[in-house]
């Protein structure tokens, strides 16, 4: 590895086996990597000085070339629920956005995989900003850090201020991860599949792989591909049950219709041994959410190992769309039920910081967009 010296390895970016070749040329034994984990994952510690296990000759020699570095924040936001949504800086101009969920039996952290997205679905709010660029492992790795470290500290320090639900006390620790932040992570194969080693690893995060959630637009050949070297849960953005509408509400599937789509997903469990695959379907007015269209979902999906989440459409400004009514959406799920398709109903979380699906646009306070087209390509956070 050629690198200048100023340039230090981010640890966050290393999965298990490359964390051991990094320790090997720094002189020491590939084992001293799972002490490293520790410190960094379980402990949420990246202060080399601490890790007082660790020979103090290889402490120095990682404290010149390593670093455990999250996305620095730029701002962070927490709704009345309790809700968290930071602001991270990508780079000089570019922020990304995660999102932390606390409900009492779970606390889920949302996070990104890209800055922006090239996909162009027509009811995301991310999509109107364009793509930009692929995170790397380091700043994916380094959401579920930044949270845990932040929250964990929080928990330490017995925040009073800490909202409960209604239903209780809420978990405060990250126990699940779901990928539905900002960007397609199938489209940033290369980087999301070592971050999700990470997540998995029981040195790193150890989480149990239902509960790392990686949710596609419908990349089908990466559906395929992800099977081959991954096994966390599935979850697939639906939206329609026939292709004229989808082709309008989700671009990709003028290149992989449904009937591709659902093979794949199905080939996905089988390798997997998993469970069930989760198909999000926005619930739009008088767009994709009538009695009709149900009842044809749950023709594409009855008897296969299914179950569909019904997320109501968050707005945003500029969108076209509104909002399914609760009863059309209770409608919906009904005649999912009836008809043996297993249904849920998403709670809309954070909705008074822009904290809810599809909502998430990396915006700032002093932003500086950036046209290409008619196109947002970017927002540009004040130094
Ligand atoms: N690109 C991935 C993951 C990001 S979005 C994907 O498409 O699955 C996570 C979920 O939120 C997706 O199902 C997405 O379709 C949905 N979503 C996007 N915009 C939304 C909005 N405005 N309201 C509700 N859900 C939305």
Avoid at 28 to 42: D, E, I, T
Avoid at 208 to 214: P, Y
Wanted: aromatic share 6%; proline share 7%; with cysteine.
């Amino acid at each position: 590895m050629s690198m200048p010296a100023t340039e230090r390895t981010n640890l966050l970016g290393l999965p298990r086996p490359a964390l051991e070749s990094f320790v090997a040329q720094l002189g020491s034994r590939p084992f001293r990597a799972r002490q490293l984990m520790n410190w960094v994952y379980k402990r949420g510690t990246g202060e080399f000085a601490e890790m007082t296990d660790l020979a103090k000759d290889f402490r120095a020699r990682l404290g010149h070339s390593a670093e455990v570095r999250p996305p620095e924040v730029v701002r962070v936001q927490r709704s009345a629920d309790g809700t968290v949504k930071w602001l991270l800086r990508a780079d000089g101009t570019q922020a990304f956005e995660m999102v932390f969920i606390p409900e009492p039996d779970r606390g889920t952290l949302c996070i990104s995989s890209q800055v922006g997205c090239a996909l162009d679905c027509s009811f995301c709010a991310t999509a109107q900003q364009g793509f930009n660029r692929n995170l790397t492992t380091a700043e994916i790795v380094g959401q579920v850090w930044l949270a845990s470290t932040q929250l964990g500290r929080e928990a330490a320090g017995a925040d009073p201020a800490a909202p409960a639900g209604a239903e209780g006390p809420l978990e405060r620790r990250v126990t699940n991860v779901v990928l539905m932040g900002m960007g397609e992570p199938l489209a940033n194969f290369r980087n999301v599949v070592p971050a999700l080693d990470i997540l998995l690893d029981d040195f790193g995060f150890d989480l149990s792989r239902r509960r790392v959630t990686l949710s596609t637009s419908g990349l089908v050949p990466q559906i395929y591909k992800l099977a081959e070297v991954s096994n966390v849960a599935l979850a697939v953005s639906l939206h329609a049950p026939d292709d004229a509408l989808r082709n309008e509400l989700v671009p990709i599937n003028r290149k992989h219709p449904i009937a591709e789509l659902l093979p794949a997903c199905w080939h996905y469990l089988d390798e997997q041994n998993g469970r069930s695959v989760t198909f999000e379907y926005v619930m739009l007015d008088g767009v994709n959410d009538s009695p009709a269209q149900a009842r044809a979902v749950a023709r594409l999906l009855k008897g296969h190992p299914a179950k569909v989440n019904l997320i109501p459409f968050n707005p945003f400004p500029g969108t076209r769309y509104t909002r399914s009514p609760a009863p059309v959406i209770q409608r919906f799920r009904d005649e999912l039920l009836q008809r043996g398709v297993l249904a849920t109903v998403r709670r809309t979380r954070g909705e008074d910081i822009d904290a809810a699906c599809g909502q998430l646009a990396g915006k700032v306070i002093d932003r500086t967009t950036v046209r290409l087209g008619n196109k947002l390509i970017g927002v540009a956070v004040q130094p």
